[in-house]
């Protein structure tokens, strides 16, 4: 029998799971990092979770983190939420101390891996993903296989523009879509709108769904923008299926129907007739990574 381990490198804490080819969890474990962690530390506990899962099954490796990384040379190049992290080579670290093979790709990728194999992707071979969490992510399975452009940074669908005079986004440039719809774009716009810095998103939304003026209407105008972003990518990709996935889909029944129904809208009809839309199961991310391995053995 095999075994995958599946490790997130995530917001506060590197999680990990060794995964049956199935999806059955065998065992999980987890360190915790902070903005103290340096690339010293970081790896010996990535090193350090590895030992603790190693099993006689175990035969690969995967890794998924936030971006931007380059999938090519194995470099997480920085992370917003570990600092003092940059350009770390965490594969060749892995391999030099372990005899697998290490996979490793963004978050986001990871994700739409995590719900083709074990979520409401299943079944679906042209499966677009898109993540609305902290930012805003795309993946993208066409004919089974993972697109990754042509080195590693394919999908950054968050930087799609919808209105170059609009706000500025996180990367720098004004009006992209992440600006709109993703947690950091909706704090950013309301606290810039109303003068009241708000702690989540959880927050926002609760706003929004009491009514309040200024929350409902920024959730309209990024419903507005995402539903765009969302017409260039089906009439640019086709796929059968879409899904929704990340902490904001927690909102789904608050702007999911509204989000769906100005996608069909906006859609030749000849998509609308066969186009899947729906939110995701939220597959781990530890699921996600091992679901990596699963493209390179099978
Ligand atoms: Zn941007």
Redesign the pocket.
Known sequence: MNSYLGIDVGAGSIKASLVHPDGTVLKNASRLTGAETDSGNFLESLENIVSEMRAPSLTAIGIGSPGPIDSERGLLLQSANLPLLKEVALVDHLRNKFPYPVYYNNDANVAALGEYRFGRGKNSSNLLILTLGTGLGGGWIYQGKLFNGYRGSGMEV??VTYDPRGPV???G?RG?A??YFSASGFLNRYSEKTGTALLSAEEFFRRAERGEGAASSLLDEGIEALAQLCRGLIHTLNPERMIFTGGLIRSWELFGDGLKQRIQELIFPVFRTYTQILPGENVSGTLGAAALCMEHHE
Do not use: K, L, M
């Open positions: 968050g930087h986004c996180g990367c440039q992209c992440e600006a």
